[in-house]
């Protein structure tokens, strides 16, 4: 098959991102990794879980009208989704050049959001990260792998909740403006009020405070 | 310098001196529950009333100092069951006001940590404490032990005993459905819960015993379930040591006796450059030892309580309270 790994992009404690070849396409491969502290039966079950779930929400995302990395192919005999390699710079480094433009892109971000929320689709890890800004201007959300589907508004609060906190950890200074314009953008939901009180409860909670001291010290 | 340590949160009355030699005597008993039931708290008090004084008298006694000089008397005020924590308290307080000797709060929790670092010799741990009534991932952070991940609802020492009451396997529960999951083949698909860094036990517990009802094979039920629950704890372990970049796991609390988690989580450390450690099986479940050490750090840094204040607190949690005897 004409498959190709080339360069290890990221390793994190579930998957590999490697970027390379599938058929002439330049293509990026999430393998997620077998644990050997799992009975191979459990572990097989579960990698192909989530594997096939991953896929599924990217798909589900796409059809919603955002725009994820196209997936090219599934193969659940590596446990890896082979998918369009998206050229571009993250959020993130956008919002730590600090240009003008980011405020628009998070009021961008917020609409991406409340679109996903509306079809019950959860990310589960939205951070500046996360967002890959294409080179004609839009934005792609990528890493699905902690998503899921649900219509809780804890669920879309905590959506919400991680985004703000990497922007408070990383961005303090404009994080409140860039928070205000995501909200902009996000408020095209019926509804998107309920999950905003649903922030800040989640922020009174003992245990997030305690993760943002820890960001803020690592 | 010598602190008394007493211990009765749950199952167990202990009683223990350490002073700066270490854990200079250590003496437990605990209520065994009838088979087939948990800890019936009122009997389980009524068991701690009866034994208290003797294993008070008998720690006392090895550890061959007179009551009348100790420094202090250190006392295991939650979190717990209340009548159980309530015997061990009136003792305590009974004995600071009659010998005019210092009272010092003691957070259950935070001596089982305590105990396996001493234990083990480690500096700065991310710490899996795991019992009968606690799942914690903790690590310390700016004073306090920080909850990384916990259960939701019930503990892991308590989802296996609960099924291992329900199959009818004898006391150790822990160890005998691990036993019977040793000879386990097939594996049935159970629900996961991890959800973010927390676990959450109930529901899986509910769906392994619908296989035992529905007559499935018992060693096969036992490994599912088994397998469900460790690779749960293992993924929120795994998540906090990536997080933390901590190079020390200490596994800590009544459910560190497991044959099987052991090794599991010796693989997740080692995917992770991080040494890993269990507390020795002595001082895994609860007892005496732990509170008197606990109580030793926190007594020399000027920790005390007094007597009218000295409420037991059932729901105590680890991340109130200020850890001063550590420095990073």
Request: neutral net charge; aromatic residues 8%.
């Amino acid at each position: 098959m004409a498959y190709e790994l080339i360069e290890l992009l990221s390793k994190g404690a579930e998957a590999e991102i490697w970027k390379g070849k599938w058929l002439d396409l330049e293509a990026v491969f999430k393998v997620r990794k077998s644990k050997p502290w799992r009975h191979p039966r459990l572990d097989k079950m579960i990698l192909e879980t989530r594997t096939v779930k991953e896929a599924k929400i990217m798909y589900d995302a796409f059809n919603a009208g955002i725009d994820v990395p196209y997936i090219f192919d599934i193969d659940l005999q590596r446990y890896t989704i082979v998918m369009e390699y998206v050229r571009g710079v993250t959020l993130k480094n956008v919002l730590n050049k600090k240009e003008d433009k980011v405020y628009e892109l998070c009021e961008e971000l917020g609409k991406i959001a409340a679109k996903l929320h509306m079809r019950s689709i959860v990310h589960g890890d939205l951070t500046p990260a996360n967002v890959i800004i294409r080179e004609n201007g839009k934005l792609c959300l990528i890493d699905f792998g902690l998503a899921n589907f649900s219509n809780r508004i804890e669920d879309m609060g905590v959506d919400l909740h991680l985004f703000l906190r990497a922007l408070e950890s990383s961005f303090a200074l404009i994080a409140e403006k860039c928070f205000d314009s995501f909200v902009r953008g996000y408020a095209i939901m019926d509804g998107y009020k309920a999950v905003l009180e649903k922030v800040k409860e989640i922020r009174r909670r003992g245990r997030y405070v305690l993760e943002r001291r820890l960001v803020a010290k690592l | 310098m010598h602190v008394l340590g007493i211990e009765s949160t749950a199952h167990t009355i202990g009683a223990s001196v350490v002073s700066e030699k270490g854990i200079i005597s250590n003496v437990n008993s605990v209520y065994i529950h009838p088979k087939g039931s948990g800890i019936h708290p009122r009997e389980a008090a009524i068991h701690h009333s009866e034994e208290g004084p003797k294993v008070i008298k008998e720690a006392l006694r090895n550890a061959g100092i007179d009551i009348n000089d100790l420094d202090a008397i250190a006392i295991s005020l939650g979190p717990g069951l209340g009548p159980c924590l309530r015997v061990g308290a009136t003792l305590a307080r009974y004995l600071s006001l009659k010998f005019s000797k210092p009272l010092v709060p003691v957070n259950h929790a935070v001596a089982h940590i305590e105990i396996a670092r001493f234990a083990c010799k480690a500096s700065d741990p991310l710490v899996v404490y795991i019992a009968g009534g606690n799942t914690i991932i903790s690590t310390l952070v700016d004073g306090r032990y920080r909850i990384f991940g916990e259960t939701q609802d019930i503990a892991i020492g308590n989802a296996i005993d609960y099924f291992g009451r329900v199959i009818g396997v004898d006391y150790p529960e822990l160890i005998n459905v691990e036993k019977l999951a040793m000879e386990g083949k097939e594996i049935y698909e159970l629900p996961l819960p991890v959800k973010g860094q927390d676990v959450s036990y109930s529901g899986l517990l509910t769906a392994a015993l619908k296989l035992v009802k529905e007559g499935k094979k018992l060693e096969d039920v036992c490994l599912s379930f088994i397998e469900h629950v460790y690779a749960t704890l293992c993924e929120s372990v795994e998540r906090a040591l990536a997080y933390t970049g901590k190079k020390e796991l200490l596994l800590t609390g009544g459910t560190a006796r497991s044959l099987i988690l052991k090794e599991k989580l010796k693989y997740v450390a080692q995917e992770h450059d991080a040494s890993f450690a269990v507390v020795p099986a002595e001082y895994a479940g609860d007892n005496g030892a732990m509170i008197a050490y606990t109580g030793f750090l926190a007594f020399k840094s000027g920790v005390r309580i007094n007597v009218e204040e000295s409420y037991v607190k059932p729901m105590w949690r680890i991340d109130e309270v200020d850890i001063i005897w550590h420095t990073n």
